[in-house]
């Protein structure tokens, strides 16, 4: 096991710019751009609750759940979405794979520690816009960005009593966004001047934060156990070194063909985001080995948060709220003869309002979930579907509706380490 995780490590690290290329969505332009991580694919196929503790599978969104870790496990997970973008007078399709995450669990006792990587926000866009002058003299602006913020984490889990664990982790930030806009004038009749400008700007984003986390649970009878979590992050600040490159260009399409002279860089300060704190509180109640539900509640104070660049104003942002519910069912853990009864089949839903208010309209999404976990033979190790269906923002006030769907897969494998040989 500890060859396929040095190798999957290589292959991530060789794939981290692949994997900023994880969103479709316009409404990455702004901020770190569209924050993607919503836990592994067993928390996201149940709207994302992050309450249950398991002894096999990773739980990324809250620290303390390492303690509860029974064997060494090893998660990997990616999607692939479609994205349908809507306007009031246009639709448009797209399509991303991106890998989502990579993360080891080690149980150590009491103790469990928790280490991995996690491609935590994506920039991806191609968008044409047009506006036309009092003269009648159209502009067309196109307009595309890539790149995102990448965390690399380790934390720890510690079974305090019984019933109640402490975790915390420490995580930094890295990665570079690019965005690029090329405007084309056009004559007054609509044909496009022979020159265009083009402007280049990239920020290099660099930060360190920290993720406490708790988890309780306790025995209500002997079939029922509830169970509650806490996980709070503080606010930490990403620092971005800003830089913009302007130049005369000719375009065919709306794409560059060549560069007329020399690019002019154009000074810009860097920045300091604050990245805002975030206050997550979760219950539960169930039989583990049977059913479990659970609902969190997600506060984020990013009425302070701000964009890479000074000169947005169409921008502003509130504190985000969200809500999920989830959970799962398993008809038989113990069935030999029967496969689909040993399958855990989850499902949930979550709701957010994500703090993102552009032209006066606040950017609201919401989804539905389902996910399953199909055992491996022989091994407690489980390959995870999951499928997200969802719809963010709306067409009025200018603005852009979609409608997503996402496709889950990822892989839980598990192994002993550290158990000492009873025969050489």
Do not use: C
């Amino acid at each position: 096991m500890i060859k396929k995780i040095i190798v999957s490590i290589s292959l991530l690290f060789s794939l981290v710019s692949f994997a900023q290329e994880g969103t479709s969505s316009p409404y990455s332009f702004y901020g770190i751009g569209d924050v993607r991580f919503k836990g592994t694919i067993e928390n996201s196929s149940m709207g994302g609750i992050s309450v249950i503790p398991d002894s096999i599978h990773m739980n990324i969104v809250n620290p303390a759940m390492y303690s509860s870790l029974k064997l060494t496990t090893y998660a990997v997970g990616g999607t692939f979405s479609v994205n349908k973008l809507k306007t009031d007078s246009q639709s448009e399709k797209a399509q991303r794979t991106a890998l989502d995450y990579l993360a080891v669990g080690i149980p150590l006792k009491k103790l469990g520690v928790g280490f991995g990587l996690i491609p935590y926000s994506s920039v991806g866009y191609n968008i044409k816009s047009s506006t036309t002058d009092i003269n009648s003299i159209r502009t067309d602006s196109y307009n595309k960005g890539d790149g995102g913020v990448n965390k690399v984490f380790l934390g720890f889990g510690y079974q305090l009593t019984k019933d109640l664990s402490f975790g915390a982790d420490v995580q930094y930030n890295f990665g570079q966004i690019n965005t690029q806009n090329i405007s084309v004038r056009n004559d007054v009749n609509g044909v496009p001047i022979q020159y265009a400008t083009k402007e280049l700007n990239k920020s290099n984003a660099n930060g360190v934060n920290f993720n406490t986390g708790l988890s309780y649970k306790t025995k209500l009878n002997n079939n029922l156990t509830f169970f509650s979590s806490a996980t709070y992050s503080p606010e930490s600040k990403l620092n971005l070194g800003n830089t913009r490159t302007v130049s005369l260009v000719q375009t065919i399409s709306g794409v560059e063909a060549g560069v007329i002279g020399d690019p002019v860089d154009i000074t810009v300060p860097s920045t300091k985001l604050k990245l805002p704190s975030k206050y997550t509180f979760g219950i539960g109640i169930g039989n583990v080995k049977k059913w479990v539900i659970g609902s969190e509640l997600t506060m984020q104070n990013s009425s302070n948060f701000g964009n890479r660049f000074n000169d947005i104003s169409n921008v502003s942002y509130q504190n985000a709220t969200k809500f999920t519910f989830g959970g799962y069912y398993i008809p038989n853990y113990k069935s030999y003869s029967n496969f689909f009864s040993r399958v855990v089949y989850r499902g949930g839903f979550r709701y957010e309002n994500t703090g993102l208010i552009i032209n006066n309209t606040p950017i609201k999404d919401g989804a539905l979930t389902l996910g399953l976990g199909m055992p491996l033979k022989g091994a407690f190790s489980n390959v995870n579907l999951g499928l997200e269906l969802g719809n963010r923002g709306t067409k009025s006030a200018g603005l852009v509706n979609e409608n997503y769907m996402n496709f889950n897969i990822g892989l839980s494998l598990n192994d002993r380490w550290f158990v000492k040989r009873k025969y050489d």
